[in-house]
Antibody, heavy 121, light 107 residues
Framework: EVQLVESGGGLVKPGGSLRLSCAASGFTFSSYSMNWVRQAPGKGLEWVSAISSSGTYKYYAGSMKGRCTISRDNAKNSLFLQMNSLRAEDTAVYYC??????????????WGQGTMVTVSS | EILLTQSPDFQSVTPKEKVTITCRASQNIGSNLHWYQQRPDQSPRLLIKYVSQSISGVPSRFSGSGSGTDFTLTINSLEAEDVAAYYCHQSGSLPGTFGQGTKLEIK
């Protein structure tokens, strides 16, 4: 079964850091671009970051640029998002998402169940 | 950044009704437009890719059309399980953006 399982969410104070992880299974992880998409409580979807299949190319939304780093370990079928200088507006469910192609923007065909990040003092 | 505007924001519908949701892009995105369904308390799932291409496992009552800046998701003969939020998404240029969502409720 194709599956993405996120972990690492939780409660963090403003200005704090958090590292999200995503474990992939059931497909050839190294063949796909991977993304993080977030959803604030009661709100819509917002793309956060993408990384190409090999890890060479990385892209970030303006709202997170300079405050987060996406990475992957293809040997361990894992995706990561290191988030720093967190703000209240970063509070959201963060989804690990697979794109249809190895590089560049594309449709998102597999979504994890999400991990909740709450930034509050 | 390309802005996607969906209409309506909310619609109350009856079973077996035909539902149409539109998505307008602020600039030409060709056929790089996709649709997702998000049922309450679930993760989104891909419904339609590249405007009109079907996805395995998605009921045939879901279809998409359009090009350039104007796109439509159609649900023929709505079923109770279709109560959900629907989002359009463009991958024509970075950053990828989503519409604000359309929430369907059963009357």
């Amino acid at each position: 079964e194709v599956q993405l399982v996120e972990s690492g969410g939780g409660l963090v104070k403003p200005g704090g850091s958090l590292r999200l992880s995503c474990a992939a299974s059931g497909f050839t992880f190294s063949s796909y671009s991977m993304n993080w998409v977030r959803q604030a409580p009661g709100k819509g979807l917002e793309w956060v970051s993408a990384i190409s299949s090999s890890g060479t190319y990385k892209y970030y939304a303006g709202s997170m640029k300079g405050r987060c780093t996406i990475s992957r370990d293809n040997a361990k079928n894992s995706l990561f998002l290191q988030m720093n200088s967190l703000r209240a507006e970063d509070t959201a469910v963060y989804y690990c998402v697979r794109a249809l192609t190895p590089v560049g923007p594309d449709a998102f065909d597999i979504w994890g169940q999400g991990t909740m990040v709450t930034v509050s003092s | 950044e390309i802005l996607l505007t969906q209409s309506p924001d909310f619609q109350s519908v009856t079973p077996k009704e035909k539902v149409t949701i539109t998505c307008r892009a602020s600039q030409n995105i060709g056929s790089n437009l996709h649709w997702y369904q998000q049922r309450p308390d679930q993760s989104p799932r891909l419904l339609i890719k590249y405007v009109s291409q079907s996805i395995s496992g998605v009921p045939s009552r879901f279809s998409g059309s359009g090009s350039g800046t104007d796109f439509t998701l159609t649900i023929n003969s709505l079923e109770a399980e279709d109560v959900a939020a629907y989002y359009c998404h463009q991958s024509g240029s970075l950053p990828g953006t989503f519409g604000q969502g359309t929430k369907l409720e059963i009357k």
